[in-house]
């Protein structure tokens, strides 16, 4: 177990030299796009003797092994990955909100991220000598997160996303004023400029041309969070980052030209730092794959646990059924998801075919709905006729490796961009405060990580905890 802390310096490189390797060992859990899993014989990889320990189970206890359920009577290679698991783990301190507030939203997901986001940015501005008294909400989408920091601290607050139609709705949604304004603009690293010179026209200052604004954003997704970094490294104007990450899975990918030799491309923002860049260069690319980052940005084990039998054998034979029709795929077909009133229990060839719609990529961009041939049959008949009635359960047995691996994989990704924060700070010569906490409840928001820096000439010492 590790510990991520404000006032304790986390030891990034100890961590990825534990976790890359072990992630390279059980690449075969998460490497592969969950609709493939067959066809890449991710079941085949499943080891016969941990089957035997699942099979044992009960459905409390099934749900209990992402949480840290172990056994004295489980296999040794079925203990040694949980044994790991668990040692791979980041206590992270937690943001806890006190009270309740009033909903601004009947969306309870998001009235919690705000209300616990904005909470958060308050307990910021108590120990902060100089407050912030204008913000920059970077993807603001509908305004929530804008127009309550505006309402609570009585602050200007500028937000910007690249949607037009949204900002159109903030606009109606909100009344714009003086200290609450909204602007369509897709922010990338080339944006700062032209934002610092936004707030000067708007939010004026007397005697200066610069106006100093931290930077908030509820779902900084894909690559907006590094850019939220790469804005607090490059602009003086900018004077703190709280932002919550998502969405890893759609960051940019790198030009096929840079692809690994095993096709697998790269991303132009993972890995960040010089530690975790020299140990992937060094031949550990389980983790450069999209199928690795969306694993990071599943939904956490706080749902898994609740999950019923039945929930369960739904789940298994959906994805199960799913991975068979990728596997009787040939190339340019795709398929369609039926929207059938009840699925069927019983998995059988006519079952599987009724529930997917065959189409064949025609000219341009139709695609052409074609009968199933008797060679999709054929391989259908093949692959049940190898995995019989147990594929579902096999299937879930494998979801319940992944969510064992989920926050590990999240983990990686965001200590990434903390030790790439701290790397290029140092390297400046800027003195940083820097805080990673989650939030409690990730049953109702997934993504419940809040990401923090600021410029320690802007924090008061003397009431610091």
């Not at 009724?354 to 025609?362: K, M, V, Y």
Request: with cysteine; aromatic share 10%; glycine share 4%.
């Amino acid at each position: 177990m590790f510990l991520f802390s404000e006032t304790i310096p986390f030891d990034y490189r100890t961590y990825f030299a534990a976790a890359i390797p072990f992630l390279e060992q059980y690449s075969w859990i998460f490497r592969y796009n969950n609709t493939k899993f067959i066809r890449a014989g991710v079941l085949e990889a499943l080891p016969r003797e941990w089957i035997v320990d699942l099979d044992t189970l009960s459905n409390a206890e099934f749900n209990q092994i992402p949480l840290g359920l172990y056994k004295d009577s489980w296999c040794s290679s079925f203990r040694e990955f949980l044994s790991q698991v668990r040692a791979l783990q980041v206590e992270y301190e937690e943001f806890v909100e006190r009270g309740d507030k009033p909903r601004k939203t009947n969306n309870e997901k998001k009235h919690y991220e705000v209300t616990n986001l904005s909470s958060f940015i308050a307990s910021l501005r108590c120990v902060s000598k100089d407050p912030p008294k204008v913000y920059v909400d970077f993807g603001c989408g509908v305004g929530l997160l804008t127009k309550r920091v505006n309402e609570l601290f009585d602050v200007k607050v500028l937000g910007i996303d690249g949607n037009a139609a949204l900002i159109e709705q903030c606009n109606k949604t909100h009344d714009a004023t003086l200290d609450l304004q909204f602007i369509q603009h897709f922010i990338t690293n080339d944006s700062f400029a032209s934002i610092e010179r936004e707030l000067a026209k708007r939010f004026d200052a007397p005697n200066t041309t610069t106006v100093r604004a931290a930077v908030v954003g509820l779902h900084a997704c894909a690559d907006l969070s590094i850019t939220a970094i790469q804005c607090f490294l490059q602009c003086d104007w900018c004077s703190s980052i709280t932002i919550m990450p998502c969405c890893y899975h759609l960051m940019k990918t790198l030009p096929e030209e840079t692809s690994a030799p095993n096709g697998e491309i790269g991303f132009k923002n993972f890995p960040l730092c010089d530690e975790l860049r020299c140990m992937v260069a060094d031949g550990s690319r389980a983790l450069v794959c999209k199928s690795f980052l969306r694993l990071a940005c599943q939904q956490t084990t706080a749902r898994w646990q609740s999950l019923t039998v039945e929930q369960h054998q739904q789940h298994g034979r959906t994805m199960f059924r799913r991975g068979l029709i990728d596997a009787i795929l040939e190339a340019g077909e795709s398929v369609r998801v039926g929207k059938l009133k009840q699925i069927p229990e019983q998995t059988t060839v006519d079952n599987v075919l009724q529930q997917f719609t065959l189409r064949r990529a025609g000219e341009g961009a139709t695609a052409q709905e074609q009968p199933w041939a008797v060679h999709h049959r054929e391989k259908l008949t093949a692959l049940l006729d190898r995995y019989g009635t147990d594929g579902p359960r096999l299937t879930e047995y494998v979801e319940c490796l992944q969510m064992c691996l989920q926050k590990i994989c999240e983990n990686l990704v965001l200590l990434d961009r903390m030790c790439y924060l701290e790397q290029e700070a140092k390297r400046d010569g800027l003195q940083i405060s820097r805080k990673l906490v989650r939030l409690p409840n990730d049953r109702i928001t997934p993504r419940c990580f809040i990401f923090h820096a600021s410029r320690k000439d802007q924090i008061n010492l003397n009431t610091q905890n």
